[in-house]
């Protein structure tokens, strides 16, 4: 009997040792690097929402960030060397028809973020009153060149018509100076800049005269053909974010806050109404999904203004098959 109970216990203590080890594995954490092709923001709200959530970590995600400029990480992504970027649409289209093999993922920017604001003792309130007068913009390449040549497009307007003036990232000053009577903006920026500081300004949005595919996910065909479960991980995560952000967004201020350790709390409010403003344009009642009519449009305006010289197959450009499976 003695024997017998030795036995027993050594069985018990096997057992104790081994039910432990008996528990479902945690899913090993793919560390996955996200272009942003900008500095830390405010407008990246939704991803850092998506990190302190865990929405990432949900997914198997360890996302790390990774910025720079955007015309670069499209190169990046299209090589291989980076899987995944926030770009925009019109830079996909450049990037496809130059044979680079990018996709787009999933749609965040339901609206094309770029305007012309003036203030509102410029008099103008139109494209058409932009005629016979001068337009400052930042640079002549990326979103703000091509919204600025999709307006004119979309109201009929001869560029020839308008005198257009390089100068920098200093659209408020330089309005401010009187040096141009209007300027190419991002409409939760400078424009809010503007009206937080008292100023009464007139904006006319793009995305009011034609729609253009904005910013979203992008990746390459090759992580979609080989690992889909990544892209669906990332695309989920994302949009988890992003319906967050929309539904709670003081909550999403505030986490975005923690991932900016540049921002000054004199800074705040201003950033709070960056955030409230970005929030509008995302907002959608088809979340992440893409419109084959706003990709036909875009490819259609790059190719009459000869932004672009082959046109890329439509079908090339993006899928929706990650969108679609996100709340499953």
Not at 44 to 54: H, L, M, Q, S, T
Not at 174 to 192: F, R
Request: net charge negative; glycine share 8%.
């Amino acid at each position: 009997m003695k024997s017998l109970r030795i036995a027993l216990v050594l069985v018990l203590i096997v057992l104790a040792i081994a039910v432990p080890g008996c528990k479902k594995a945690e899913p090993s954490s793919q560390e996955v690097t996200l272009a942003m092709g900008y500095i830390p923001n405010v407008q990246f709200a939704p991803i850092y929402v998506a990190v302190k959530k865990g929405y990432f970590a949900e997914q198997g995600i360890q996302v790390k960030f990774d910025y720079g400029y955007e015309t670069d990480l499209l190169k990046l992504v299209g090589t291989g060397e980076l899987k995944f970027a926030v770009a925009s649409g019109d830079q996909v289209i450049l990037a496809r028809s130059q044979g680079l093999p990018v996709v787009y993922v999933m749609n965040w920017y339901r609206r094309y973020p770029v305007s012309v604001t003036a203030l509102a003792d410029q008099g103008i309130h139109s494209p058409q009153d932009l005629v016979g007068k001068t337009v400052g913009i930042p640079v002549t390449y990326g979103a703000s060149y091509v919204g600025w040549r999709a307006l004119l497009y979309a109201a009929g307007i001869d560029p020839a018509s308008v005198t257009l003036k390089t100068i920098g990232y200093a659209q408020v000053p330089v309005m401010l100076g009187k040096q141009v009577n209007a300027a190419v903006c991002y409409i939760m920026n400078e424009p809010v800049q503007l009206s937080t500081a008292g100023y009464e300004v007139v904006d006319i949005p793009v995305s009011d005269y034609i729609d253009l595919v904005s910013n979203g996910f992008i990746t390459n065909d090759q992580t979609v053909k080989q690992e889909p479960k990544l892209v669906q991980g990332m695309v989920t995560a994302a949009l988890k974010g992003l319906q967050y952000t929309l539904d709670h967004p003081d909550e999403a201020f505030d986490i975005a806050v923690e991932f900016i350790p540049e921002m000054k709390s004199t800074d705040q409010p201003l950033q709070k109404a960056v955030l409230l403003k970005s929030v509008e344009v995302w907002r959608s009642d088809r979340l992440g999904e893409n419109s084959a009519e706003a990709w036909q449009t875009s490819v259609d305006f790059m190719k009459s203004v000869g932004l672009i010289q082959e046109t890329p197959k439509i079908s090339d450009l993006y899928t929706n098959r990650f969108v679609e499976n996100w709340k499953k």
